[in-house]
């Protein structure tokens, strides 16, 4: 089913807390889960992607699926991700490059600020928070613990957790955006960054690395995009840290 009719607007106060909740109670539980799991002998990350697992996925497919249930019954549990025009062949073969270009550029040239971000605003969080992959003592985790967080680490931020903010984030929730007109993309996105609670000095950076393809879905009514273009970003970024910890693995 293409879906091409624009749903009923979310008033904003509503739009923010469906965008930064599951964000907060996410980072809430990394945060409470840290010390059990590194004390098992697990580095941070693997306490952030039992957060994913927990409350960012269930969340938010919970809300689609409820949506789905309440507006289009017969429908089936996406009914309610109306963005699915389809698109010709020649746009996937431009735009996918192309916004993938822009993303790299944008996250890229924010990044070098980050550090200055980090340092100015958020220097009193604890080292784990900070640096959940700790590049620089690799060594200090066994490779068993190494080997079982970067398969879930792969699994999650290449495949199911960004396929999975994508129906939520531009599939549902953009289209119930259409209120506020063309700033609606820059709305999502910068809620979206807000929303990486557990990563709060990315906040430019994310704008800036999302952005093209949050309006490039806005543009084609077509959530696919969004998650081809989201999975292939977080696949290099995945592909680069995998390679870093591996290298520095003995």
Excluded: C
Excluded at 111 to 135: K, R, T
């Amino acid at each position: 089913m293409n879906v091409v009719a624009e749903p009923q607007p979310i008033p904003l106060l509503r739009l923010v807390v469906l965008h930064l909740a599951p964000g907060a109670l996410a980072t809430l539980v990394f945060v409470l889960l840290s010390g059990p799991v590194e004390a098992a002998g697990y580095p941070p990350l693997a306490s952030l992607l039992v957060a994913i697992v927990l409350v960012i996925i269930p969340f938010e497919l919970a809300v689609i699926v409820r949506a789905s249930q309440r507006e289009w019954p017969e429908a089936g549990w996406l009914a309610s991700i109306t963005y699915r025009m389809p698109m010709r062949a020649l746009d996937w073969a431009t735009l996918v490059p192309v916004l993938l270009v822009a993303g790299i550029v944008g996250f890229g040239l924010l990044s070098l600020i980050e550090q200055s971000i980090l340092d100015g605003l958020f220097g009193w969080l604890p080292v784990w928070f900070v640096e959940p992959v700790p590049v620089d003592s690799v060594n200090q985790y066994s490779a068993s613990a190494w080997t079982v967080t970067l398969i879930g680490y792969a699994a999650l931020n290449v495949i199911a957790g960004p396929i999975t903010e994508e129906l939520y984030f531009r599939g549902y929730l953009l289209p119930r955006m259409s209120h506020f007109g063309r700033w609606a993309p820059l709305l999502n996105v910068t809620l979206f960054s807000l929303y990486h609670f557990f990563s709060p000095w990315q906040f430019l950076s994310r704008i800036a690395g999302v952005a093209p393809f949050a309006y490039a879905v806005w543009w084609k009514r077509n959530v696919y995009l969004g998650m081809a273009v989201h999975v292939l970003l977080n696949g290099i970024g995945t592909a680069t840290v995998i390679a870093l910890v591996l290298d520095r693995l003995t």
